[in-house]
């Protein structure tokens, strides 16, 4: 991913459950994190896509990828699995449009100054895909931040 004159790399993703983007005042079901890093590895900028239940047809390519989820409060080890993260950002339309500030990680170390992405279109799930995201991810969001100085632009 290219912003402000430079690459940034995709270092790692997760999901929240709900979602800690508001949009008019209303929560998603859940969003995906994708983190970015630049060449020097410091943190730079944030994908985040909020995760809704479509229509019964809906499912998701990105979240069929993934198989089964693990729960929660599993302790079990979890083999290592290729992601194509593009899926994910084809089916909310691309970043064709997005809402973008400059914020903070939400989970520790929570660095400061990064950029944020924040794509219009929510990626619709089936309600079978949401019950597996919830059962591995619930209650993971942070609490509502006030914007306080930070432009959101569109």
């Known amino acids: 991913m290219k ?11 997760h999901i929240h459950a709900p979602s800690e983007h508001l ?14 890093v630049t060449e020097e590895d410091e943190e730079a900028a ?12 809906s499912e998701s390519a990105f979240i069929k990828q993934l198989g089964p989820m693990v729960h929660f409060n599993d302790t079990s080890q979890v083999e290592g699995l290729q992601v194509n993260v593009r ?19 939400t989970t520790p170390p929570c ?18 895909q949401m019950v597996e995201i919830l059962a591995a991810s619930r209650f993971s ?14």
Request: proline share 2%; charged share 25%; glycine share 12%.
């Open 111 to 128: 660095s400061e100054g990064l950029r944020w992405f924040i794509p219009k279109q929510e990626l619709l799930v089936s309600e079978a």
């Open 3 to 13: 912003f402000d004159g430079r690459d940034v790399f995709l270092t790692g993703w």
């Open 46 to 57: 944030v994908v985040g896509i909020r995760v809704g239940v479509g229509p019964a047809e």
């Open 141 to 154: 969001h942070r609490v509502t931040q006030e914007v306080w100085l930070h432009d959101i632009n569109l």
């Open 87 to 105: 899926l994910a950002i084809e089916e909310v339309g691309g970043l064709q449009e997005y809402w973008t500030y400059k914020g903070s990680l």
């Open 23 to 36: 949009v008019d005042g209303r929560r998603s079901r859940a969003e995906i994190h994708m983190v970015h």
